[in-house]
Each structure stands twice: as C-alpha cells, then as structure tokens.
T-cell receptor, first 117, second 110 residues
Framework: SAVISQKPSRDICQRGTSLTIQCQVD?????MFWYRQQPGQSLTLIAT?????????ESGFVIDKFPISRPNLTFSTLTVSNMSPEDSSIYLC??????????????FGEGSRLTVL | QKEVEQNSGPLSVPEGAIASLNCTYS??????FFWYRQYSGKSPELIMS????GDKEDGRFTAQLNKASQYVSLLIRDSQPSDSATYLC??????????FGQGTELSVKP
C-alpha cells in the first residue's frame, strides 16, 4: 500500500482562524479522499479530491468551509476555514489501493488532530 | 436506521478466546465490506476486506459476509491483549466512499 504522510500531525488553533493540512503520497494515486473523525465518533467522508478539477463534497460539507486542492496525483491539501470548537477533529487523508484504485481498499494517513479553542 | 450499525461495546474477552464482532448495513447495493482496527490516538488500519458471500480467513482473522441478511462479521481467534482496540466496520458502493459504523471497542484481558 502507498505511504501517506500528513502535516501537521496535530495543532491547537484559535477560533476564527484557518488551517491547511497537507497530504503527500509516495506514489501516484487516482483517488484521494478526506475524512473527518470527531471526538468519540466514527469517520465521515468530507470530499473526494479530484486532480485537475474541483473537489466533490458530501452532504453537509461545503467548499467555502473546507476548500481542497489537488494539484497533482501525489498531493492534496484540505483547509479548515474560520474554525470553531466544533471543528475540533482528526482529519484523515486517504487513498484507494491498487492500480488505478482497483483494489477498492482504502488506506489512511496518520491523521491531523486539530483542537480549536 | 443507521446505514452501518455495530454494537459499541465494550466487548471484553479473555486472552486466547474468540472475539466476535458484528455489523449490519442497510444499503443492499453495497459492494465491498471492510474491517478496520483503530488503536487509541491512531488512524484506522485495514485488517480485512470481503466482497462475496462466505468466509475469508487471514491468519487469526476471519471475515464473514451474508448479503441476504445484510450482515458482516469479524472473528478474531486466539485473542491477544494487543488486539484491544476499536474495530470499525465499513461498507461502500463506490470505491473510496466508505460508510463507517460507530465501532466496537474490544478489550482482551490477560
């Protein structure tokens, strides 16, 4: 499986600020996704990061709040904008394994744990 | 009804016993089924995937799928204290877009 690196691994942020999380994969991947895990909760898909086009957002998530970039097949960023304490979560970058995502298996980075004060 | 349901636990088993984790899902169109293990403070780690009815074994782990009953389970044989973690069941219709259950916390007592 691909090696997925995220930065920062954790951060403490002030209300109203924005933070950008970076995700770097050690090989080209077709499909890249951003998930959120709120405290004590399971994982929820935020959006699909599409290379060369706008991200596709799931219900309840909007581009103004979570802008995403995907400039190439190995890198993506997720910005959490105008943060509030409710945004305190672990944000996870993920990719589908196999050639062109053929395995269907989803692998996660180490996550970025954000705490908003 | 939640799309993917798991007993939250905690499920406590003695070391060496079989741990049985269960999951039901509501979307009959689901194609792929996964079990992830998540240690506290860590990201989820894929331990099993299953795509067709029946059993799939990998070491001490066996995944079981019954699409007619919309049920998927994970058996862990010879449970070890290192197996203590939260186990997440996930299903999808489209690659990468997983629906996760709430997770079952497993505690293996020495």
């Amino acid at each position: 499986s691909a090696v997925i690196s995220q930065k920062p691994s954790r951060d403490i942020c002030q209300r109203g600020t924005s933070l950008t999380i970076q995700c770097q994969v050690d090989s080209q991947v077709t499909m890249m996704f951003w998930y959120r895990q709120q405290p004590g909760q399971s994982l929820t898909l935020i959006a699909t990061a599409n290379q060369g086009s706008e991200a596709t957002y799931e219900s309840g998530f909007v581009i103004d709040k979570f802008p995403i970039s995907r400039p190439n097949l190995t890198f993506s960023t997720l910005t959490v904008s105008n943060m509030s304490p409710e945004d305190s979560s672990i944000y996870l970058c993920s990719v589908v394994g196999g050639l062109a995502g053929s395995s269907g298996e989803l692998f996660f980075g180490e996550g970025s744990r954000l705490t908003v004060l | 009804q939640k799309e993917v349901e798991q007993n939250s636990g905690p499920l406590s088993v003695p070391e060496g016993a079989i741990a049985s984790l269960n999951c039901t899902y509501s979307d009959r169109g689901s194609q792929s089924f996964f079990w992830y293990r998540q240690y506290s403070g860590k990201s989820p780690e894929l331990i099993m995937s299953i795509y067709s009815n029946g059993d799939k074994e990998d070491g001490r782990f066996t995944a079981q799928l019954n699409k007619a009953s919309q049920y998927v389970s994970l058996l862990i044989r010879d449970s070890q204290p290192s197996d203590s973690a939260t186990y997440l069941c996930a299903v999808n219709r489209v690659a990468g877009k997983l629906i996760f259950g709430q997770g079952t916390e497993l505690s293996v007592k020495p």
